[in-house]
T-cell receptor, first 111, second 116 residues
Framework: EAQVTQNPRYLITVTGKKLTVTCSQN?????MSWYRQDPGLGLRQIYYSMNVEVTDKGDVPEGYKVSRKEKRNFPLILESPSPNQTSLYFC??????????FGPGTRLTVT | AQSVSQHNHHVILSEAASLELGCNYS??????LFWYVQYPGQHLQLLLK??????LVKGIKGFEAEFIKSKFSFNLRKPSVQWSDTAEYFCAVNVVRDTGRRALTFGSGTRLQVQP
């Protein structure tokens, strides 16, 4: 089954404790992105990748890092999480960079 | 800056009522337009998309949308809603930024509640 998977689905952590949210797709898509969803703001792009080893900032990259060492994986790294990063995070992939296919989401709470 | 506006934040309808959700965007160039749906507790699913051609596009589950270029609008419609359509609906626009980055810009969403 073609899909985008994310882990973990739920995470509660404390301020400053580094964490990684994994994302994997099995559709051989070149484009992958990370979004965060906050009430009343819709989804905003954090980082994106056009291919292996090619990444760039989205609209809200502060406090996040990404890497793309393999085509299928695109982990999101929070080096020192803060409470304002409490959000619902979605990974997405796309064959062309246009329509995007979303993962199930990761709900992160930073206390 | 590019933006997407969804003017209806919360819509309550009875089953069998007709639905129209508004979406306007601010971008003068070529755009790709999308409607996504998010059912409670689930991820976003693509309802329909417009790239070019016929401005009236049909999607899944009986939804359709009309692109009106002169009005910068891409409104979502359904003639008769069902209880199972209860969800949040997001309009999105995809453009190529100056840096070559492709990104979806989303509206803030419209929560649709269909009452049996």
């Amino acid at each position: 089954e073609a899909q985008v998977t994310q882990n973990p689905r739920y995470l509660i952590t404390v301020t400053g404790k580094k964490l990684t949210v994994t994302c994997s797709q099995n559709m051989n898509h070149e484009y992958m992105s990370w979004y965060r969803q906050d009430p009343g703001l819709g989804l905003r792009q954090i980082y994106y990748s056009m291919n292996v080893e090619v990444t760039d900032k989205g609209d809200v990259p502060e406090g996040y890092k990404v890497s793309r060492k393999e085509k299928r994986n695109f982990p999101l790294i929070l080096e020192s999480p803060s409470p304002n990063q409490t959000s619902l995070y979605f990974c997405a992939s796309s064959p062309t960079g246009r329509e995007q296919y979303f993962g199930p989401g990761t709900r992160l709470t930073v206390t | 800056a590019q933006s997407v506006s969804q003017h209806n934040h919360h819509v309550i309808l009875s089953e069998a009522a007709s639905l129209e959700l508004g979406c306007n965007y601010s971008y003068g160039g070529t755009v790709n337009l999308f409607w996504y749906v998010q059912y409670p507790g689930q991820h976003l699913q693509l309802l329909l998309k417009y790239f070019s051609g016929d401005p009236l596009v049909k999607g899944i589950k009986g939804f359709e949308a009309e692109f009106i270029k002169s009005k910068f609008s891409f409104n979502l419609r359904k003639p008769s809603v069902q209880w199972s359509d209860t969800a949040e609906y997001f309009c999105a626009v995809n453009v190529v930024r100056d840096t070559g980055r492709r990104a979806l810009t989303f509206g803030s969403g419209t929560r649709l509640q269909v009452q049996p």
